[in-house]
């Protein structure tokens, strides 16, 4: 037989061991995954519905409540970088489980807040419990798929924001019904429900995640060995080109570019997150109808962000389809800024967050195109954390405006400027990101 007869015959055996080997890790992983960072999620934002009663119990103005709300990102900042170095030490399922369950225990801890100062402490609390499980996931999808995969599975890793915001709007609306159930306030409900599942779903963590491929009895010897040298060969490619120190990371100005990147992102993404069941009920709406209005943009969000990231990988683009939303964004948030008719506003904002959404799974492809072992850890956490910075900037921005004006429309317009430099800085640095694809095939 030729050598041309024997690869091709060999060819199909690769695909189908690709195939299963991608089948078993998505099917294993991404559904669990899912719903750990759906609860992450929805125990960060649900502050948002909370505010609708809590407000007004405690008597926060809009700037002490953006105060409260943007804290978080300040314990998130400090210990972003160490926890994720903490994940590549002791391993992913011992490190997420430690997050999930105190982050967990303070989210529901929220229900015990009886004034500013225990506002801000727990809100700090919180945002140094949950650091570095976001980046900590990324980095952990890295050790399992091949460059080609992982603007699908981290936007199928990801989707659980916009639907944590879809399923968990409602549900909020809804717990504020229980008001006066054993004494308690609606708000305070709803941060001991939605803070219990984190703390369950920890301790399962710990048991379930499986740290790498090679301890991985879930996968045959041969799904290992296909994933072991596919991985392998990637690293090799950028270690090629050059293999970073964790310190030439953590100030390489490609990173600090991209975290500039990703603040004026996460600008945009949380400024919108807490403040728009304030501007839907403002509408005129009661609790319940508000957690329903509010769900419709995540939902296009949800749907596009998928549809998004698949087609960047089959184009093998990046730059295109992290910039290009981002100015969509921009576009939208600043025209909702002139709109009064609550229909208008709402389909508004549902471009906004369509742009948001394409955005997010996107990015994350960028840094893990030429970063990896150590260097990928801090390098994500260090990108993660000064973007969220801007989970502080975004919101304060709107309420300081709100607070000065008693309208979020300013806040709005002036928010759009966080996406729209985010979008003209990737097209400017475009030019230097490295293909992930480059020299794997």
Same mark, same amino acid.
């Not at 989210?107 to 945002?127: K, N």
């Not at 290009?324 to 906004?352: E, F, K």
């Not at 840094?367 to 956490?381: K, Q």
């Given at each position: 037989?030729?050598?041309?007869?024997?690869?091709?015959?060999?060819?199909?055996?690769?695909?189908?061991?690709?195939?299963?080997?991608?089948?078993?890790?998505?099917?294993?992983?991404?559904?669990?995954?899912?719903?750990?960072?759906?609860?992450?999620?929805?125990?960060?934002?649900?502050?948002?519905?909370?505010?609708?009663?809590?407000?007004?119990?405690?008597?926060?103005?809009?700037?002490?409540?953006?105060?409260?709300?943007?804290?978080?990102?300040?314990?998130?900042?400090?210990?972003?970088?160490?926890?994720?170095?903490?994940?590549?030490?002791?391993?992913?399922?011992?490190?997420?489980?430690?997050?999930?369950?105190?982050?967990?225990?303070?989210?529901?801890?929220?229900?015990?807040?009886?004034?500013?100062?225990?506002?801000?402490?727990?809100?700090?609390?919180?945002?140094?419990?949950?650091?570095?499980?976001?980046?900590?996931?990324?980095?952990?999808?890295?050790?399992?798929?091949?460059?080609?995969?992982?603007?699908?599975?981290?936007? +199928?890793?990801?989707? %659980? !924001?916009?639907?944590? #915001?879809?399923?968990? $709007?409602?549900? =909020?609306?809804?717990? @504020?019904? &229980?008001?006066?159930?054993?004494?308690?306030?609606?708000?305070?409900?709803?941060?001991?429900?939605?803070?219990?599942?984190?703390?369950?779903?920890?301790?399962?963590?710990?048991?379930?995640?499986?740290?790498?491929?090679?301890?991985?009895?879930?996968?045959?010897?041969?799904?290992?060995?296909?994933?072991?040298?596919?991985?392998?060969?990637?690293? +090799?490619?950028?270690? %090629? !080109?050059?293999?970073? #120190?964790?310190?030439? $990371?953590?100030? =390489?100005?490609?990173? @600090?570019? &991209?975290?500039?990147?990703?603040?004026?992102?996460?600008?945009?993404?949380?400024?919108?997150?807490?403040?728009?069941?304030?501007?839907?009920?403002?509408?005129?709406?009661?609790?319940?109808?508000?957690?329903?209005?509010?769900?419709?943009?995540?939902?296009?969000?949800?749907?596009?962000?998928?549809?998004?990231?698949?087609?960047?990988?089959?184009?093998?683009?990046?730059? %295109?389809?992290?910039?290009?939303?981002?100015?969509?964004?921009?576009?939208?948030?600043?025209?909702?800024?002139?709109?009064?008719?609550?229909?208008?506003?709402?389909?508004?904002?549902?471009?906004?967050?369509?742009?948001?959404?394409?955005?997010?799974?996107?990015?994350?492809?960028?840094?893990?195109?030429?970063?990896?072992?150590?260097?990928?850890?801090?390098?994500?956490?260090?990108?993660?954390?000064?973007?969220?910075?801007?989970?502080?900037?975004?919101?304060?921005?709107?309420?300081?405006?709100?607070?000065?004006?008693?309208?979020?429309?300013?806040?709005?317009?002036?928010?759009?400027?966080?996406?729209?430099?985010?979008?003209?800085?990737?097209?400017?640095?475009?030019?230097?990101?490295?293909?992930?694809?480059?020299?794997?095939?």
């Amino acid at each position: 037989m030729s050598q041309s007869a024997t690869l091709a015959s060999a060819t199909p055996a690769k695909s189908e061991i690709e195939t299963s080997t991608i089948r078993a890790i998505s099917w294993r992983l991404i559904p669990f995954l899912v719903l750990a960072y759906f609860f992450s999620y929805l125990d960060r934002v649900n502050l948002g519905f909370a505010a609708l009663e809590m407000n007004a119990d405690l008597k926060f103005s809009p700037l002490v409540f953006a105060w409260g709300a943007g804290i978080f990102f300040i314990g998130y900042f400090i210990f972003e970088v160490p926890s994720n170095l903490a994940l590549e030490k002791f391993g992913a399922s011992r490190w997420i489980a430690r997050i999930m369950v105190t982050w967990g225990i303070i989210s529901a801890a929220m229900a015990m807040v009886s004034g500013e100062l225990s506002f801000y402490v727990l809100r700090f609390l919180l945002g140094v419990a949950e650091a570095g499980f976001f980046p900590g996931i990324i980095l952990y999808l890295t050790y399992w798929y091949p460059a080609e995969y992982r603007g699908r599975f981290i936007a +199928a890793f990801a989707i %659980a !924001v916009p639907v944590s #915001t879809v399923i968990g $709007a409602p549900i =909020s609306g809804l717990l @504020l019904g &229980l008001d006066g159930v054993m004494g308690l306030r609606g708000w305070q409900w709803l941060f001991i429900i939605e803070g219990i599942p984190s703390v369950l779903l920890g301790i399962v963590t710990w048991f379930y995640l499986t740290d790498k491929p090679e301890k991985a009895d879930w996968l045959t010897t041969e799904q290992k060995t296909w994933l072991s040298a596919r991985l392998q060969a990637e690293i +090799a490619t950028k270690q %090629a !080109v050059r293999h970073l #120190t964790l310190g030439e $990371a953590l100030s =390489s100005p490609k990173v @600090l570019t &991209l975290s500039l990147i990703y603040f004026g992102f996460v600008g945009a993404l949380y400024g919108m997150q807490f403040w728009l069941p304030q501007i839907v009920k403002a509408f005129g709406l009661t609790n319940a109808q508000t957690g329903f209005v509010t769900a419709i943009p995540y939902l296009f969000g949800t749907i596009a962000m998928i549809l998004w990231a698949r087609h960047s990988d089959a184009t093998r683009e990046r730059v %295109a389809h992290v910039g290009g939303p981002l100015l969509l964004t921009a576009l939208a948030l600043g025209t909702a800024s002139y709109i009064t008719d609550p229909a208008i506003t709402m389909i508004v904002l549902t471009v906004a967050a369509i742009g948001i959404f394409c955005t997010f799974a996107v990015f994350w492809t960028l840094p893990t195109a030429w970063l990896s072992g150590t260097a990928a850890a801090g390098g994500i956490a260090l990108i993660n954390s000064i973007g969220n910075l801007a989970g502080f900037g975004g919101p304060y921005l709107v309420g300081w405006a709100k607070d000065a004006t008693g309208s979020t429309s300013a806040g709005l317009l002036v928010l759009s400027l966080l996406p729209l430099v985010a979008g003209l800085l990737v097209f400017l640095g475009g030019h230097e990101t490295k293909t992930e694809f480059a020299g794997v095939k």
